[in-house]
């Protein structure tokens, strides 16, 4: 084809402002939303009151978001790529158990700061279905996370292997364990205490029944169980 018979190909237009926008916009609903969930509860929180919080039309947030348990989803996502960041820059740098107690101890903190916001939200799991299958679908990644840093300190292959799965599993059913007695106990039970004491007693199972690297003990695969 001759160049003068050569169409030139249309430029695609570029909107950088406009899609910085729409993610600053998408942030403060989720933030708001995570806000509101915390002070009223999820089931009182509306869609109308968290547009209200995030300073946009309803309109707006029903573009982002279609119901509470997307925006739900959508605080689980922020929660859990600050913690994948976070293990990406420990993990084969830090021993994990080290990294939990620290991770452990400011998450404590930190939900103890806002103690009866998250009695109320401990509540709902189990009696509001929306918020209970999205907290299982948080934890079920959460320990995706913990398995995938298991299986590089212990020099483990994750797709082989079962037991950095079984591992992060025992971790995150301890702390629900101990979260729904927190909730049970009104906020009286010591969570930092209980939480750690989860740790040492997986730790303490890890180092009776898991070999090091150099070690080499052959890993627990699917047909061996």
């Known amino acids: 084809m001759s160049k003068a018979l050569e169409i030139a190909e249309p430029e695609v237009p ?29 089931n009182n929180a509306t869609m109308q009151a968290i547009a209200e919080a995030a300073d946009v039309h309803v309109t707006t947030l029903f573009t982002h978001f279609k119901s509470k348990r997307d925006l739900s989803d959508a605080i689980s996502d922020m929660i859990l790529e600050a913690m994948a960041l976070a293990f990406e820059e420990s993990r084969g740098k830090r021993p994990f158990f080290e990294f939990m107690r620290k991770l452990t101890e400011n998450a404590c903190r930190e939900h103890l700061r806002r103690s009866e916001q998250n009695l109320a939200m401990g509540r709902l799991f189990g ?19 913990l398995a995938s840093y298991i299986a590089v300190d212990f020099g483990l292959d994750l797709a082989v292997d079962y037991r950095p799965t079984l591992i992060a599993n025992m971790i995150v059913g301890g702390n629900i364990m101990v979260h729904q007695r927190w909730v049970d106990s009104e906020g009286t039970l010591d969570l930092t205490r209980e939480s750690l004491a989860v740790l040492d007693a ?21 047909g061996e169980i």
Not at 206 to 222: D, I
């Open 127 to 145: 009696a509001d279905e929306d918020f209970t299958a999205s907290w299982m679908t948080y934890e079920r990644r959460q320990i995706e996370l």
């Open 14 to 42: 570029s909107f950088p402002r406009r899609s910085r926008r729409k993610r600053e916009t998408r942030q403060r609903i989720v933030e708001a939303a995570e806000a509101l969930f915390r002070q009223v509860g999820f």
């Open 202 to 222: 997986v730790e303490t199972l890890v180092n009776r029944g898991l070999a090091t690297p150099a070690e080499g003990r052959h890993p627990l695969r699917s």
